[in-house]
């Protein structure tokens, strides 16, 4: 459940485009990274901001050492100015969608440098009710749009996107699942990710989240004058953690007040 919570808030921010300065070259001053998703479990250093709601759900199937599907449900604001100091994004998660008894709270914080350069820090999943199967994690994250002649012309925004960060807890601590199948205790606190898009509004992601592998793909679509954020992927790509590889998605919308 831990990385699950994660894909949903990776994939679901989806911020409004932004109109860009061009050079004479014809290249933006600031290529700014695109709206599409670029991870699936990891955190980016991107963030909702400038009073941006945003919302969604997603899940897995099945879940790791289980015959079912697991899934959550994030409500979430984006408030402050990233560039010009601070944003805060703050999420609100229902950890159990059979009963919706179990909720919790995620704080992400985030300045963008220029130059496509951001960095963020948070915390996920502190308890605001009893129960649950997941704990706090604290991370540092720093993401980059590759500049220069790698942007879309439509949009001007950025094709190659990377992160990478450290963190705690479910970025290393293996579950008691995975201690007792002979998968180690610990996988790296080291993560990162990679997003490449193919073609408009349609982004490649691997992903690695300091216990396993993922990769899939994110498309944005437009409905009027908001976007839905679709993302799709394959979780546990190697032996390093879970008992097989699993189908994980997300499904999410966002929009300025």
Known sequence: MKRILTLV????????AVSHADEPSGIPST???????????????????????????GGTVNAPYRDEADGAAVLGIGVGDPIKNLGAQISF???????????SMSL?????????????AGIENVMLTDGGDTGESYYVVVSHGLQGDMFTTETGSSKLHFSVGVGSDR???????????????????VFGNVAYELFNEFNAIVDWNGI????????????????????????????NSGDDVRFIFSVGTGFKI
């Open 93 to 103: 998660i229902s950890l159990d969608l059979d009963e919706w008894e179990e909720y």
């Open 108 to 120: 992400h914080l985030h300045h963008d440098f220029g130059g496509g350069t951001a960095v963020g």
């Open 31 to 57: 290529i700014l990274p695109n709206i599409h998703g670029k991870s699936l479990t990891t955190p980016v250093a991107w963030g909702a901001a400038n009073g941006v709601v945003f919302a969604g759900v």
């Open 212 to 239: 396993n592998l993922n990769a899939g793909l994110s498309k944005t679509f437009w409905v009027d004058r908001f976007p839905v954020a679709i993302t799709l992927g394959a979780a546990d790509l190697t032996d």
């Open 171 to 189: 970025f290393g601590e293996k579950s008691d699942e995975d201690i007792a199948d002979g998968k180690g205790d610990d996988g790296t606190y």
């Open 9 to 16: 808030f990776a994939a679901l921010v989806c911020l409004p």
